[in-house]
Nanobody
Framework: QVQLVESGGGLVQAGGSLRLSCAAS????????MGWFRQAPAKEREFVAA????????YYSDSVKGRFTISRDNAKNTVYLQMNSLKPEDTAGYYC????????????????????WGQGTQVPVSS
Protein backbone atom coordinates (compact mmCIF):
# COMPACT_ATOMS: atom_id res chain seq x y z
CA GLN A 1 0.00 0.00 0.00
CA VAL A 2 0.95 3.62 -0.57
CA GLN A 3 -0.28 6.50 1.55
CA LEU A 4 -0.50 10.01 0.12
CA VAL A 5 -0.97 13.13 2.23
CA GLU A 6 -1.49 16.56 0.69
CA SER A 7 -0.77 19.85 2.42
CA GLY A 8 -0.33 23.51 1.60
CA GLY A 9 -3.85 24.47 0.66
CA GLY A 10 -5.58 27.59 1.90
CA LEU A 11 -7.30 30.80 0.93
CA VAL A 12 -5.39 32.92 -1.57
CA GLN A 13 -6.21 36.05 -3.53
CA ALA A 14 -6.40 36.06 -7.31
CA GLY A 15 -2.95 36.63 -8.76
CA GLY A 16 -1.29 35.02 -5.78
CA SER A 17 0.76 31.86 -5.44
CA LEU A 18 0.58 28.68 -3.43
CA ARG A 19 2.65 25.51 -3.24
CA LEU A 20 0.99 22.20 -2.56
CA SER A 21 2.90 19.19 -1.28
CA CYS A 22 2.09 15.50 -1.49
CA ALA A 23 4.08 13.22 0.80
CA ALA A 24 4.14 9.54 -0.10
CA SER A 25 4.85 6.71 2.33
CA UNK A 26 4.65 2.94 2.32
CA UNK A 27 5.55 0.93 -0.79
CA UNK A 28 6.65 3.98 -2.74
CA UNK A 29 8.99 1.91 -4.89
CA UNK A 30 5.89 0.57 -6.65
CA UNK A 31 4.83 4.04 -7.80
CA UNK A 32 5.92 4.98 -11.33
CA UNK A 33 4.23 8.36 -11.70
CA MET A 34 2.34 10.95 -9.70
CA GLY A 35 -0.47 13.24 -10.70
CA TRP A 36 -2.46 16.18 -9.39
CA PHE A 37 -6.19 16.42 -10.01
CA ARG A 38 -8.75 18.92 -8.82
CA GLN A 39 -12.46 18.98 -8.30
CA ALA A 40 -14.59 22.08 -7.92
CA PRO A 41 -18.04 21.96 -6.32
CA ALA A 42 -20.62 20.35 -8.62
CA LYS A 43 -17.99 19.66 -11.26
CA GLU A 44 -16.16 16.60 -12.51
CA ARG A 45 -12.66 15.82 -11.31
CA GLU A 46 -10.14 17.16 -13.79
CA PHE A 47 -6.50 16.55 -14.52
CA VAL A 48 -4.03 19.25 -13.53
CA ALA A 49 -0.47 17.90 -13.89
CA ALA A 50 1.59 14.72 -13.75
CA UNK A 51 5.22 13.71 -13.43
CA UNK A 52 7.16 10.50 -13.83
CA UNK A 53 8.92 9.15 -10.76
CA UNK A 54 12.26 10.08 -12.33
CA UNK A 55 11.01 13.61 -12.85
CA UNK A 56 12.15 13.59 -16.47
CA UNK A 57 8.68 13.97 -17.96
CA UNK A 58 5.91 16.34 -16.95
CA TYR A 59 2.41 16.90 -18.30
CA TYR A 60 -0.05 19.75 -17.80
CA SER A 61 -3.61 20.56 -18.65
CA ASP A 62 -4.06 23.50 -20.99
CA SER A 63 -5.83 25.46 -18.26
CA VAL A 64 -2.76 25.54 -15.99
CA LYS A 65 0.13 25.33 -18.47
CA GLY A 66 2.52 28.21 -17.93
CA ARG A 67 1.15 28.97 -14.45
CA PHE A 68 1.60 25.70 -12.52
CA THR A 69 4.74 23.63 -12.13
CA ILE A 70 4.92 20.06 -10.90
CA SER A 71 8.14 18.78 -9.38
CA ARG A 72 9.38 16.08 -7.05
CA ASP A 73 11.97 15.43 -4.37
CA ASN A 74 12.76 11.71 -4.40
CA ALA A 75 14.80 11.94 -1.22
CA LYS A 76 11.69 13.13 0.59
CA ASN A 77 9.20 11.05 -1.44
CA THR A 78 7.32 14.28 -2.03
CA VAL A 79 5.69 15.81 -5.08
CA TYR A 80 4.97 19.53 -5.30
CA LEU A 81 2.59 21.69 -7.26
CA GLN A 82 3.68 25.30 -7.50
CA MET A 83 0.68 27.40 -8.48
CA ASN A 84 1.25 30.96 -9.68
CA SER A 85 -1.08 33.61 -11.08
CA LEU A 86 -4.02 31.91 -9.44
CA LYS A 87 -7.50 32.65 -10.74
CA PRO A 88 -10.91 32.25 -9.08
CA GLU A 89 -11.61 29.41 -11.50
CA ASP A 90 -8.71 27.48 -9.92
CA THR A 91 -10.81 27.15 -6.78
CA ALA A 92 -11.13 23.43 -6.04
CA GLY A 93 -10.09 20.57 -3.86
CA TYR A 94 -6.69 19.37 -5.06
CA TYR A 95 -5.80 15.69 -4.90
CA CYS A 96 -2.55 13.90 -5.57
CA UNK A 97 -2.53 10.41 -6.99
CA UNK A 98 0.01 7.63 -7.51
CA UNK A 99 0.24 5.25 -10.45
CA UNK A 100 1.51 1.70 -10.27
CA UNK A 101 3.48 0.03 -13.04
CA UNK A 102 1.15 -1.62 -15.52
CA UNK A 103 1.73 -3.24 -18.93
CA UNK A 104 -0.41 -0.65 -20.67
CA UNK A 105 0.71 2.75 -21.90
CA UNK A 106 0.28 5.53 -19.39
CA UNK A 107 -2.37 8.18 -20.05
CA UNK A 108 -1.38 10.92 -17.58
CA UNK A 109 -4.70 12.75 -17.65
CA UNK A 110 -6.86 9.70 -16.98
CA UNK A 111 -7.83 9.32 -13.33
CA UNK A 112 -8.39 5.58 -13.87
CA UNK A 113 -4.61 5.25 -14.27
CA UNK A 114 -3.98 6.03 -10.62
CA UNK A 115 -4.33 3.45 -7.87
CA UNK A 116 -3.69 5.63 -4.84
CA TRP A 117 -5.25 8.93 -3.84
CA GLY A 118 -4.75 11.43 -1.07
CA GLN A 119 -7.53 12.99 0.98
CA GLY A 120 -7.21 16.33 -0.79
CA THR A 121 -6.48 19.91 0.22
CA GLN A 122 -8.76 22.86 -0.43
CA VAL A 123 -7.66 25.89 -2.44
CA PRO A 124 -10.18 28.73 -2.48
CA VAL A 125 -9.12 31.65 -4.68
CA SER A 126 -10.83 34.96 -3.95
CA SER A 127 -11.41 37.59 -6.64
Amino acid sequence: QVQLVESGGGLVQAGGSLRLSCAASGRTFSVTAMGWFRQAPAKEREFVAAITWSGKSTYYSDSVKGRFTISRDNAKNTVYLQMNSLKPEDTAGYYCAGRLLTPTAWVPAASREYAYWGQGTQVPVSS
